[in-house]
């Protein structure tokens, strides 16, 4: 006897109407609409006379949707119909996604064709619950000495990478990609220029990078939820990795110019600018979307899990340590490492700080002879700016203070120590003992 009940139950999840509305009116960058009655972040259509234009709900005033287009407005009319899509956006994730270059809401942009096997996997997720994560043990090698030996990573660390305009961030990502000793690399590029897309993935990232990353870019000429979508799929899909018990690296450039899109959104959405413009949602996303990445929990079976380590670079406007975007993400993260242009203005790159810099897990990572190695080593680079103008005068003579003399040798070592060329790899062991060379401590 045929049985009907699989047909039946796809008849009870199909939907008997279509949910819809008219467009009101244009505010801005936001399209205002009667309808249809859906939730933040759920996706509709909206029918134009140039063809379908898809949109985000992004809030609610006095009985009106407003709506962000995921392209342009032109040719957006009142009276257009508005139609749910029954969901919010979803991006595809699997093994095909590796090697490829998508926008934020995952349609190819490399001009291969459509991903190959994929599922799909709704961009807005929530983070692990907090006591369920693993703890994070391990070291994740970055192939980079002085980030490896200074300020150690672990597999599932949050770091930050804060610096101005043209300090090296991403020539910094894209060795991190080529040599950090991960599974996979997922890499965000929000709000950037079109050039500077197809450099980074060229040129920084080149092939070898390119060959065990996904990419997902929104340059700044699209819109800003779009922009937006960008950052939550790279998390998305980093979490599906992590689920596979994968350890990933996580890099996203910038998380400035993702509070500048949801600055635009909420403004657009009639929020108050409150901190030098920013409405309070730009920095309400910033937990939400950071705790997604990190360790995932203990699978039963394997007794292993996944990690997303993440880095997020922040542009410091004006070089600003006390940029509002700065310090909110300064009291998220697990650490950060801070650009200096003056280091980068005297050819050292990467031109990380070391006073400047921390990792906040370096203790709980590395023996005790290491992590003291490295406090010796910043101390002495601390010791020689404190006198940098005396030494450079020479108002200070030798012998007076041993501990500086010592700083005075150390310091130029310990530049030739940090500086590293593009395209070099060096492992943490023998990175640990160049650094002890350095500063002139026994094996």
Same mark, same amino acid.
Request: charged share 25%; with cysteine; glycine share 12%.
């Given at each position: ?19 819809? %509305? ?14 249809? @009655? #859906? ?35 032109? @040719?957006?009319?009142? @009276? ?44 807005? %997720? ?28 672990? $597999?599932?660390?949050? *770091? ?12 910094? *990502?894209?060795? *991190? ?25 060229? $040129? ?23 922009? #937006? ?76 899990? @996944? ?25 998220? #993260? ?21 006073? *400047? ?40 003579? $030798? %012998?007076?203070?041993? $501990? ?29 003992? #160049? ?9």
């Amino acid at each position: 006897m045929l049985s009907f009940d699989r047909y039946h139950q796809l008849l009870e999840q199909t939907p008997v109407f279509r949910a819809s %509305g008219v467009v009101l009116r244009v505010v801005g960058l936001a399209v205002v609409a009667s309808g249809p @009655g #859906l939730p933040l972040g759920d996706t509709c259509t909206i029918q134009t006379q140039a063809g379908e234009r898809m949109a985000v709900v992004t809030g609610f005033r006095e009985g009106e949707i407003i709506l962000q287009p995921l392209g342009r407005l032109d @040719g957006v009319r009142p @009276g257009d119909q508005v139609i749910a899509c029954g969901g919010p956006i979803a991006v595809p994730v699997g093994p095909g996604l590796i090697g490829r270059v998508v926008d934020g809401v995952g349609r190819p942009l490399d001009g291969r064709g459509p991903i190959v096997g994929a599922s799909r996997r709704a961009i807005q %997720g929530e983070p692990p619950a907090a006591l369920s994560r693993a703890p994070i043990s391990q070291i994740l090698e970055t192939g980079l000495k002085s980030v490896d030996t200074l300020f150690t990573v672990g $597999k599932g660390q949050r *770091m930050g990478i804060f610096a101005g305009s043209g300090v090296g961030k991403s020539t910094l *990502m894209g060795e *991190m990609a080529k040599h950090a000793r991960a599974d996979v690399n997922v890499i965000a590029l929000v709000g950037e220029r079109g050039r500077e897309v197809g450099e980074f993935i060229t $040129k920084a990232l080149g092939p070898e990078g390119a060959a065990r990353s996904v990419v997902i870019a929104a340059t700044s000429d699209r819109p800003a939820v779009e922009r #937006l979508s960008a950052a939550y799929a790279a998390h998305a899909v980093a979490e599906h990795f992590r689920d596979a018990g994968l350890d990933v690296l996580l890099m996203m450039d910038s998380l400035t110019r993702l509070c500048h899109a949801q600055r635009e959104i909420g403004l657009a959405a009639g929020e108050p600018p409150v901190t030098r413009g920013y409405p309070p949602s730009a920095f309400a996303i910033l937990p939400r979307l950071l705790e997604r990445s990190g360790t995932g929990a203990v699978d039963p079976a394997t007794g292993r899990a @996944g990690s997303i380590t993440a880095f997020y670079t922040v542009l410091t406007d004006t070089d600003e340590e006390n940029d509002p975007v700065a310090d909110a993400v300064r009291a998220i #993260l697990d650490g950060h490492l801070y650009l200096s242009r003056k280091l980068a203005g005297q050819a050292i790159y990467p031109s990380i700080d070391p006073t *400047m810099s921390i990792s906040r897990l370096l203790v709980d990572l590395v023996p005790n002879a290491e992590y003291r190695l490295a406090l010796r080593s910043r101390e002495l680079w601390s010791e020689f700016e404190r006198v940098r103008d005396l030494v450079e005068v020479g108002a200070y003579r $030798k %012998g007076t203070d041993a $501990k500086l003399d010592r700083a005075i040798a150390a310091y130029p070592r310990i530049q030739d120590f940090i500086r590293q060329d593009i395209g070099a790899r060096f492992a943490r062991t023998a990175a640990v003992d #160049l650094l002890r060379t350095a500063i002139g401590e026994p094996a």
